[in-house]
Antibody, heavy 121, light 105 residues
Framework: QVQLQESGPGLVKPSETLSLTCTVS??????????WSWIRQPPGKGLEWIAY???????NYNPSLKSRVTMSVDTSKNQFSLKLTSVAAADTAVYYC?????????????WGQGTMVTVSS | DIQMTQSPSSLSASVGDRVTITCRAS??????LNWYQQKPGKAPNLLIF???SLQSGVPSRFSGSGSGTDFTLTISSLQPGDFATYYC?????????FGPGTKVD
């Protein structure tokens, strides 16, 4: 059974870079069957898709964040990562790593437990 | 971007009630519509994909319908574990977007 686990600092200073890693267990990122995503949720608010990446490294970003976001994948470690630069208080959120989509029209079907990241000096 | 709206934003219901939540897309998304359930402090859980297909392991009291721009999630008989927030999400177009959520309490 595929499981995802986020890791990274829980506190980031304004203007600095937020870096998170997702470790996938129970399945291989490089199987090529899925894209792998990051989704975030500010406290008390709704869900925002950030980006997804394929095992080949091909990524697709939300235009609202594209200038600040980079995703990468490390197939040897079965991990994928998120970097968000120049963070501000508005980037405070729970960050989820998620499996999906599988293809066009497909959902996000397996979610990590989420990690809370607070932007504060 | 495709904008997703949901109604109502919240509703009060009792165990055994039939509950219906509506989701509307700002443009035609065919059947590229998914529903998630989120409980406090937990990650969302996929309930319905492709507008009407039940995710494995999800109770059959959950059902989805609709196509194009208008969609519905129905809980046929609300159970104690169903008190949660429900989100719709379109998967036809990038960026993928979510509705604002409907809280069932």
């Amino acid at each position: 059974q595929v499981q995802l686990q986020e890791s990274g600092p829980g506190l980031v200073k304004p203007s600095e870079t937020l870096s998170l890693t997702c470790t996938v267990s129970g399945g291989s990122i490089s199987s090529g069957s899925y894209y792998w995503s990051w989704i975030r949720q500010p406290p008390g608010k709704g869900l925002e898709w950030i980006a997804y990446i394929y095992y080949s490294g091909s990524a697709n970003y939300n235009p609202s964040l594209k200038s600040r976001v980079t995703m990468s994948v490390d197939t040897s470690k079965n991990q994928f990562s998120l970097k968000l630069t120049s963070v501000a208080a508005a980037d405070t959120a729970v960050y989820y790593c998620v499996r999906g989509p599988h293809g066009y029209g497909d959902p996000f079907d397996i979610w990590g437990q989420g990690t809370m990241v607070t932007v504060s000096s | 971007d495709i904008q997703m709206t949901q109604s109502p934003s919240s509703l009060s219901a009792s165990v055994g009630d039939r509950v219906t939540i509506t989701c509307r897309a700002s443009q035609n998304i065919n059947n590229c519509l998914n529903w998630y359930q989120q409980k406090p402090g937990k990650a969302p859980n996929l309930l319905i994909f492709a507008a009407s297909s039940l995710q494995s392991g999800v109770p059959s009291r959950f059902s989805g319908s609709g196509s194009g721009t208008d969609f519905t999630l129905t809980i046929s008989s609300l159970q104690p574990g169903d008190f949660a927030t429900y989100y719709c999400q379109q998967s036809c177009s990038s960026p993928r977007t979510f509705g604002p959520g409907t809280k069932v309490d």
